[in-house]
């Protein structure tokens, strides 16, 4: 295993491993509303695109 | 028209999934399969070894996550309006007949890839029920281990003849149809989405146990002190600079990120029309994508060719997919003595499992179309669906000799038909439906942001990206498999086969867009229930 070799699979797999755990905890964080009718008025615009946490 | 006032299909309009959780698993799910443990390892090694990771992460953020992203939202939209199905949700977005019929990709593509994968994946449980019961010997001499692995796989696949070992081979296959079709029958959250909340952590941890024993294999064999745990992942992960230089290594890196993410697959377009409108898919999508790549660059990237190359040497560490995973590996749990039984058996159970959780994704898409063209119940569409998928698939199993009947529909449907797919949604939603209302609805209810360059990635780089892969793909592949459907007859008929699938699909898309239109829906998205784009920052 060359010092390259590691630096390559060292990222690679720090990659995929950090971008999995930020996409899971974003995901388990979030906010969880009850389900409702999506048809409901007033619900559809409810969260706008200018709302999304980035 | 109001949003609340447009009329929508009951049957299938019902379904829903019943968490973010349940349908990004699912979506994983149905993404993380053979491929990610045996192709891509295979691939790597072969293309630069490390180096092969920067033309497949740079794939993976140009073509991969943004077609990814691009199915989400048009599925979420199409599903708004009461459609589950590909040319249902592909005429509403696109507007019209030739986009419905277009969308007759996103059902031939899962319904024959369903075919032969269900064949797959009786193999991955014959061998994983053989290892549990000691029913796998390669013999007490080392030297002859490879050829009782192969003679084994011969017994399993039936690949040495035309219908060799045929009834043997048609018990297991039974087996895993039921199962298929008893899961799909259950629906979306009873069915799906339970098998995928219990399969993928299962498939984690028989990864996990499978890779901390090839993490300590050490150097097993005195005689050949190289061939060690460092060796193993160093002929994996060595870079080599210079295929960088190649193009086929691009081609293999841009195709292999394709077809594991699954995108082009019909079947993210069916699940995520059962999502609500104020769900979240950019995240969504997101995360199903990074869950693949962590089973296929840590779990593939690290076990199947260093755990190969520990026992066998690089010559060893070499093969296809197949080859790979139900003949080398084989012999490498032989060489691990008595302890190789339980690991070979966790390895095989984790390959059933990743097998099942795609091939329930396969059907699915087929099942909401038949519900939605004939409006017949969900059981009756499964009945209806499972006739031409189990007469394909009996074909498959069959015609085993040199698995030519599998290679055809693989070659056809399994990866030009996904690289169609692929296109023509992509520019549907960059072209058609236009790019900034697309990222304007990807942003209903999104939890995090798609980044403004991303408007650009779609709308140019994707389809162009996507074109030249294709394009180079059928310079590399085509012209053999055009010559063999004159050399071979099973090659003609298995196309002829197909050719009357594709008539059915069609036929039944008319019927589709008949009933819709009686029912007064809005089959041509002429109702727009989408905000304008809105300045973003």
């Given amino acids: 295993m060359t010092p390259l070799g590691w630096v390559f699979m060292l990222s690679s797999v720090s990659f995929v491993l950090g971008l999995t755990t930020f996409c899971f905890y974003r995901v388990l964080v979030s906010h969880v509303e009850p389900p409702e ?18 | 028209m109001t949003t609340d006032e447009i009329p929508r299909p009951r049957a299938e ?11 990004i698993l699912a979506v994983a799910g149905s993404a993380v399969g053979l491929g990610n443990f045996l192709r891509f390892p295979g691939q790597a090694v072969e293309n630069g070894g490390g180096a092969f990771m920067i033309p497949y992460v740079i794939a993976l953020v140009f073509l991969g996550i943004p077609i990814g992203w691009a199915e989400w939202t048009m599925a979420r939209y199409g599903g708004h309006k009461g459609f589950h199905s590909s040319p249902a949700v592909l005429g509403a977005i696109g507007g019209g007949r030739t986009t419905r019929y277009l969308g007759v990709l996103g059902l031939l593509v899962p319904l024959v890839i369903y075919m032969y994968y269900v064949v ?3 193999w991955c449980m014959r061998y994983a029920w053989d290892y549990l019961t000691g029913g796998i010997q390669l013999g007490d001499d080392p030297s002859r281990f490879s050829e009782g692995a192969g003679d084994h796989f011969a017994a399993v696949s039936g690949v040495r003849g035309t219908g060799a070992h045929f009834l043997e ?8 149809t039921v199962v298929n079709v008893w899961f799909v029958g259950r629906g979306i959250s009873k069915g799906i989405e339970r098998v995928s909340r219990l399969g993928m952590p299962l498939m984690a941890l028989c990864a996990c146990i499978v890779l901390g024993r090839v993490l300590t294999l050490g150097t097993p064999d005195p005689n050949f002190p190289e061939r060690n745990v460092l060796g193993g992942l160093g002929y994996m992960w060595n870079p080599n600079l210079s295929q960088l230089a190649d193009f086929k290594t691009w081609l293999a890196a841009a195709a292999q990120v394709f077809f594991s993410l699954s995108v082009g697959f019909g079947v993210i377009i069916n699940y995520a029309s059962y999502l609500r409108r104020k769900d979240d898919v950019v995240l969504s999508g997101l995360t199903a994508a990074s869950t693949n790549e962590t089973f296929e660059v840590v779990f593939g990237g690290l076990i199947t060719i260093p755990a190969a190359f520990i026992f066998l040497g690089a010559s060893g560490a070499a093969g296809g997919t197949f080859g790979l995973g139900f003949q080398t590996l084989p012999v490498v749990f032989e060489h691990m003595g008595p302890s190789g039984r339980f690991f070979g058996f966790v390895w095989f159970l984790m390959l059933f499992l990743a097998a099942l959780t ?4 396969m059907l699915q898409p087929v099942v909401a179309f038949v519900c939605e063209a004939l409006g017949v119940s969900r059981a009756r569409a499964v009945a209806f669906t499972s006739a031409p998928a189990l007469l394909g698939s009996l074909w498959v199993l069959y015609q085993s000799e040199d698995l030519v009947a599998l290679d055809t529909m693989d070659f056809w449907v399994g990866t030009l038909g996904i690289f169609l797919f692929a296109t023509v949604q992509i520019v549907i939603f960059g072209w058609i439906f236009g790019v900034e209302r697309g990222i304007s609805e990807a942003h209903h209810g999104a939890l995090i942001r798609i980044p403004r360059v991303y408007r650009y990635i779609m709308k140019y780089v994707a389809p162009t990206y ?8 059928c310079f590399q592949s085509l012209p053999g498999y055009v010559q063999a459907i004159f050399d071979n007859h099973v090659v003609a008929w298995t196309l002829a086969g197909l050719a009357l699938v594709i008539a059915g699909l069609l036929l039944l898309t008319r019927q589709l867009e008949v009933r819709l239109r009686a029912a007064g829906l809005d089959v041509d998205g002429e109702l727009d229930e989408v905000a304008p784009p809105r300045r973003t920052t």
Avoid: C, M, Q, Y
């Avoid at chain 2, 996507?466 to 793909?473: E, K, M, S």
């Fill in chain 2, 13 to 23: 309009s019902e379904e829903r999934w019943s968490s973010k959780i349940g349908v």
């Fill in chain 2, 120 to 122: 797959i994946e009786t």
């Fill in chain 2, 169 to 176: 081979r048609l018990a297991p296959w039974i087996l895993v």
């Fill in chain 2, 466 to 473: 996507l074109l030249v892969v294709l394009v180079g793909f």
């Fill in chain 2, 358 to 361: 795609s091939s329930l994704s």
């Fill in chain 1, 37 to 54: 009718d999506d048809n409901a008025p007033g619900r559809e615009d409810e969260r706008s695109p200018s709302e999304g946490v980035g």
